[in-house]
């Protein structure tokens, strides 16, 4: 590792270490700050982006890597409060990284196919190849977080009566957490994102919607209703955060009240745990150079 990158993995265990949730049982999320911008203050926002460009092109080399070796994979479940920010964060993150080797999933409200299925089934089927780093905007998570602040919803699900109990948030919990252990096991790492907004800058967000022509699109009355349940998914993820940290599937609880810091963190957790991999380009034995130097002779032997 050059002296450069050294540097760069030296800033940002700083940025991420307190954002990692690995023991979810002394969680609060009312320990961390929406705001927070790890001391770095608005005069230092050049020397954050420059240290972001750095992170995207470490990202696009360790993902070549990751994409040649064709062993491990990389799962990134973004959530948040509306207008914290998920698409723009992996919009300039994932910017520099070549798209064969990235696939981007969002999920909205289940079809009338994936209701007829289990909750995990339409995440399942999108998880990442060997080699591939996998985005889920939105995931699994909104089971326990969107239906338990509106339970009505589970009368959807075509649940057999009996399984819908008081129990059932915390079962869904465990089943993730095994879920997550599970994947692990086969070579696909997960990290999960929480960009975490406050109420506060989630209005003067939407207000921005409201009064500038060319967001208008982003705004959905739906929104507006949604704040009115603010307390109760801020209760949803702390106990989701809870049950599901672990040091194979850590949580990341990321101030997104700054987007130009919340960037940083994101790409910063996302290149540690690449470079954590270990990731090469596959050798080569005897037999393929001998093929590479036949190939290298028929090339230069030919006149045109």
Known sequence: MDREKREIRKRIGKLVDPCRVTRGKKFRLKEFDPGDTGGLGSDQKPAARELLEKGIRWLAEEQDKLYAQDRHSLLLLFQAM????????????????????????????PSMEELDH????????????????????????????????????????KLPPGLV??????????????????????GTTVLKFFLHVSRKEQ?????????????????????????????????????????????????????????????LVVVAAIVEALWKLDLAYPGIDAAR????????????????
């Open 82 to 109: 509306d207008a914290a920010g998920k698409d723009g964060t992996i919009r300039h993150v994932m910017s520099g990284v070549n798209p064969q080797g990235c696939q981007v999933f969002s999920f909205k409200q």
């Open 118 to 157: 289990d909750y995990l089934w339409r995440c399942q089927k999108c998880l990442p190849e060997r080699g591939r780093i996998g985005i889920f905007n939105r995931s699994y998570y909104e089971e326990v977080l969107v239906v338990r602040a509106h339970p009505e919803l589970l009368g959807r699900q």
């Open 165 to 186: 109990t008081k129990g059932i948030w915390k079962e869904r919990l465990d089943d993730i957490a095994g879920f997550e252990r599970y994947l692990g096991r086969q």
């Open 203 to 263: 209005k003067r967000r939407f207000l921005e919607r409201l009064d500038q022509p060319e967001k208008n699109w982003k705004f959905s009355p739906a929104d507006i209703g949604e704040r009115g349940y603010w307390d109760d998914y801020m209760a949803a993820y702390e106990d989701a955060i809870r049950r599901t940290a672990s040091r194979e599937a850590p949580w990341f609880v990321v101030p997104a009240d700054n987007k130009w810091y919340t960037r």
């Open 289 to 304: 150079r001998k093929e590479i130097a036949a190939a290298r002779r028929s090339l230069m032997l030919e006149k045109r």
